[in-house]
């Protein structure tokens, strides 16, 4: 029998975990492996990603929509609802702008840059740049990282600030802690976090252990 | 159990002898333009000259080696070559050289013919390959022609002088053809004299193939019937329909919709395929695989132990093929053309391209519609004609009639399928015309 570990069992409303398939599961073990070239590591990234935001498009509303089919039969199908947007937390998360693009062809991305002031160790706000009409919007929030949660708790901020409610947050992540999570769900208790691995948690440093060190360097080669 | 049998078992076998001459190729070739169908093969006997020692070598170029002898022919590879198309495994035939008198180590590459023509001037000759023959054929003509004939063959295609020519068949090929080649006429169930000229003959050739065609054809039907008859219970564990969530709900209704325009209609076929190819790749054969992260720390995940191919079933397959070089870029591609025969419905291989070696590959064959099977049996069993196993086979298809998804499962058991729509009724092709717009 193959065993492997997959993702902590955890449940919290709003949270969704990719199935722990075999193929994911190589998938993250090609990039947490410190030993994976750029060109690979980029590769298997894009892959979960896209299956991150196959998943995140699910949470998004459908009416019932018949056509007929080019043989001329009727097909009781559905179509897709409500508009929206994508929001990268910067850099880490514009590496998964390729990925919603992949679904979703003209979706519009907004930036918002957060950085951790380092006196404080608090996240500071830098720059946003945002839809104009994002109130009208589903959001995909895109980071790859949930570590302590505080960008994302702040980018959330953001947004809802911008009039966006938050059961229309779908925020996109590839590997999560237990911490993160808390921290992300008791603030917002109606956003959605799909993400496609829990790790067991921080380690002294605040990055997620045993994750796979900083997504942005590893994906920008930095 | 069901089972099912390709119709390229069990050829139809035609032996074609008679002398140095005669005018069996032209008989031959006759025959085959006649019948135009792209299933038939020739196989001349010439192709199994032994291979020649050094000392052999040297007589055949003083023109003092046998040829006309029945043994100068490998008996044995030419009949478990005959075996291996009867079960329907591809052969590689060799290539003789007659300027060089030399085994070249070219071979031409036979496989799933329906009608297959053995032409030789001792094609009747062996025991054992008579044996197989489901129509023997002798061409009868005067030697002087057949001398005249040869004559001018021999000097315009293999490189022969005059002297040489009359030497040999005064030597070997007359007495050869009076001793050994003529009394195998006595097996034959059609004699042809005149050669070519003879239509009667050649009709009566033609008819009797087109018999065993249209025969083949009606069992091939039969058997997909039987298949949807037939009582046993077909393995569900190897059936995934993909999960209907509302994206694939969404895409579904985006390609069913013929309003859709052709750009659309790339982009969202896309996603579907990548979201059945990594379905497909879930399946795939996996083993730990420790590994440190950048944190220092270790991780026990999992590495893939097989490489993979994908086949497509043309024309329609080649609708993944994007979406394939997108997911898994290092994998080989190969091609099998299916297309229904326009005289009896019936499909056919037309034209396949595999890869080398994929014995131990696992095969991941694409077709976005799978209606009565006929097709998708015929592509599984060429991969498993090719020594791929049963388990290793992944058949993915977007929509799929029930009756199509039972057949395949309940002739094939072992191989695992991946199913986007199942539909009620069959569908007939519509989405190789609307994504590559012809």
Redesign the interface.
Known sequence: M????ESLDYTAPGLIILPQ??????L??KI????TSRNEFV?CSN?II??LV?EG??H???KE?T???????T?N????EGKICGVSIMRAGESMEMGLRD?C?SVRIGKILIQRNEETAQPTLYYDKLPEDISIRYVMLLDPMLATGGSAGMAIEVLKERGVPEDRIIFLNLIACPEGIQCILKKFPSIKLVTGFIDKGL?DKN????????FGD?YYST | MATYHPPWNEPLFIGVAGGSGSGKSSVVSTVINKLNVPWTVVISTDSYYKQLTDDQRERAFRSEYDFDAPEALEWDLLYDHMMQLKQGKRIYVPQYAFDTHTRTDKTVSVYAPYVVIIEGIYALYDERIRRLFDTKVFVDADMDVCLARRTLRDMAHRGRDLDGIIAQWFRFVKPNYIEKVAPTSKYADILVTRGSNNYVAIDMLIALIRQALKQKAAQQKEQLESLSTDKTVFNRDNLLIVPQTPQFEGLSTIIMDRTTSMEDFIFYFERIATILIEHALDSLDVAEQSVTTATGMEYKGLRFTKSITGVAILRAGGTFDIAFRRTVPEMSFGRLLILSDTATGEPALRYEKLPKCITNDTVILTDPQVGSAAAALMAIQVMLDHGVSEKNIIFITFLASRLGIMRILKAFPKIRLIVGKPTDEMVPRFIDARYFGT
């Open positions: 193959v065993s492997f570990t398939t075999p193929q994911l599961i190589g993250y073990t947490r492996d410190i030993n590769f892959r896209r299956l196959e498009l699910n998004l509303p459908t929509h056509v007929t089919t080019p043989t001329g039969e097909y199908g559905v179509s897709f679904c062809r380690n990055y997620i252990a045993p994750g796979l060190g900083d590893r």
